[in-house]
């Protein structure tokens, strides 16, 4: 035969073509899936650091103040106690600011319950002194309130540590939730991750019947598997954050002034946001990448 | 195609290539395909391999080039027990050995240059350092105008030839093929015999399944035959 052509040919010019041959028809599926479960893995991400910093916020204001409640006496005159006793307060170790509050910043804070149209003017009504902390350390409530009684003034002291420890509790909570969140969807995306490269296998398994005959290993054969479904991880990733930072991006405008919003975690959108979004496709292709890689092996070791 | 240096593996020095031990074989809990099955294929021999249709040869060749365990028996390739090695080192193995297959198990998506430079491509080689080589041996079996073709653009006859220059590519020590004519006009069945003859000349094993006994009887070579899963004779054919 090889008298056909005397002259030897030259080799065909260009690089190697993909082994495995383009699978897009069948990839887009998957693509949305991923880039699904990313999406939702950005938002769990950010609602992670969201409730993080909300409960650190939580806990600053409640560990960084106390309230004083200064109860009406026959006799005396409940703001001019209120008056004294924020003087004394305010010289007391570790005190940043105590303001006292008037008549009428009580009545608003029990206007939920008893209405707008105020409270009959000779109805005792407890004033409350705002104290914020400089050194919370320092404090010692005991000694506030030895130094009110010590005046004549009727007064209780909160340190809000019943509080303080409900708040902590809850988010405490909401951190494990949105973590536990994250963990799942990140379980989530490997799974139909791994279960798609299966298929893809299945489907490809001329081309891996082909590579082993020749001598290709279980990890060449998986490492096609793995560079193909890293590239649709971080493809999809991309997709998927892009949407999530888009979603932050919204939701940091225009629920900032939003009061309601206190108690829930906040996406919001700072530099440690920014590196997450940044990270999210290249975690979702490693993730990929590794998922692909393991079910691949696994599938391969069952031949031989 | 000599000394292409193109085959980055030691030679065995073993004289003998494979020998079947009282070797039986089934798929999951099926029946025994192959019963108590012996032989030996010495170096630089060259043997047929006949039988009907479903009396085992694809299996006996599957076993030969590892692509299935035995149930039970000793199989040794290259003077190594098959069964005792660890999965990760039969690769190495499977590149001493060629395989034509009666279907070809090309990748349809790559060139003929490529379908043939694949077994040196998984084996880690570059391409500029195999691409002269290729293309010589691409000539060689008379497909220099279907370089760049892809597979399915070929009559049966130039799969073949595909088939077997992607098996003899990184310069084997045991060449198999199944049925390696059943695909062709005689015409071609006989320049692929004499292909097969100038790569047995050339040093390598041959061993030939087919059931095509013109094919057998225009050499002068030890035929096994199998009968029900059972090795039942070996003689010369002519």
């Keep these: ?304 | 195609m000599t000394e292409t240096g193109v085959n980055p593996f030691p030679q065995s020095e073993s004289e003998v290539i494979v020998r079947f031990e009282s070797v039986g074989m089934r798929y999951g809990r099926g029946p025994e395909i192959l019963k108590d099955v012996s032989f030996q294929l010495d170096r630089g021999s060259f043997t047929f391999l006949t039988g009907p249709s479903g009396a085992g040869k694809t299996s006996l060749l599957r076993l030969i080039h590892m692509a299935h365990k035995a149930s039970r028996g000793v199989i040794e390739h290259f003077g190594h027990d098959t069964a005792a090695l660890h999965r990760k080192e039969l690769p190495d193995l499977r590149r001493r050995v060629g395989v034509v297959f009666q279907d070809f198990r090309m990748l349809n998506h790559l060139s003929v240059f490529e379908n043939i430079a694949l077994p040196l491509r998984v084996a880690g080689q570059k391409r500029s350092d195999y691409a002269e080589d290729v293309a010589e041996l691409v000539n060689w079996v008379g497909l220099a105008h279907h370089m760049d073709s892809l597979p399915a653009t070929l009559s049966g006859g130039e799969q073949q030839r595909v088939a077997i220059a992607r098996a003899v590519v990184n310069q084997p020590e045991l060449l198999i093929a199944d049925e390696p004519t059943g695909n062709v006009d005689p015409d071609m069945a006989r320049r692929l015999l004499r292909l097969f003859v100038e790569l047995n000349r050339l040093g390598t094993t041959v061993l030939i399944a087919t059931h095509d006994l013109t094919l057998v009887r225009a050499l002068d070579a030890p035929v096994m035959s199998l009968a029900d899963g059972r090795l039942t004779y070996r003689e010369r054919a002519a």
Aim: aromatic share 6%; hydrophobic share 55%; glycine share 8%.
């Design chain 1, 1 to 304: 035969m090889s008298d056909e052509t005397p002259d030897i040919p030259q080799p065909p010019p260009g690089g190697n073509s993909p082994l495995l041959p383009p699978d897009s028809g069948r990839d887009r599926p998957l693509f949305a899936v991923a880039a699904i479960l990313v999406f939702l893995a950005c938002l769990a991400a950010l609602g992670a650091r969201g409730a993080w910093t909300s409960s650190e916020r939580w806990m600053s204001d409640l560990e960084g103040s106390l309230t004083v409640q200064v109860r009406p006496v026959d006799g005396r005159s409940a703001e001019d106690d209120a008056r004294l006793a924020a003087e004394l307060i305010q010289d007391l170790p570790g005190i940043a600011s105590a303001t006292p509050r008037d008549r009428a910043a009580s009545e608003a804070l029990l206007e939920p319950w008893f209405g707008t149209s105020g409270l009959p003017a000779d109805l005792p009504v407890p004033l409350l002194i705002d104290v914020q902390l400089a050194e919370p350390e320092l404090v010692d409530t005991a000694a506030i309130a030895s130094a009110l009684d010590n005046a004549g003034i009727m007064a209780d002291v909160d340190d809000h540590g019943r509080w303080a420890s409900a708040v902590a509790r809850a988010s405490q909570l909401a951190r494990l939730l949105a973590l536990g969140l994250l963990a799942l969807i990140l379980g989530a995306a490997a799974a139909v991750i791994a279960f798609a490269a299966r298929a893809s296998l299945a489907a490809r398994q001329d081309v891996a019947d082909a590579l082993h005959i020749v001598g290709a290993t279980d990890g060449y054969i998986a490492g096609l598997f793995e560079r193909r479904f890293f590239s649709l991880g971080l493809k999809a990733g991309l997709a998927g954050a892009g949407f999530a930072a888009l979603i932050a991006i919204l939701v940091a405008v225009g629920g900032s002034n939003a009061d309601a919003l206190y108690f829930l975690p906040e996406l919001i959108f700072a530099p440690f946001e920014i590196a997450a979004l940044l990270a999210a496709p290249l975690i979702a292709g490693l993730v990929a990448a590794l998922s692909a890689r393991l079910a691949v092996e696994e599938e391969l070791r069952k031949r031989w």
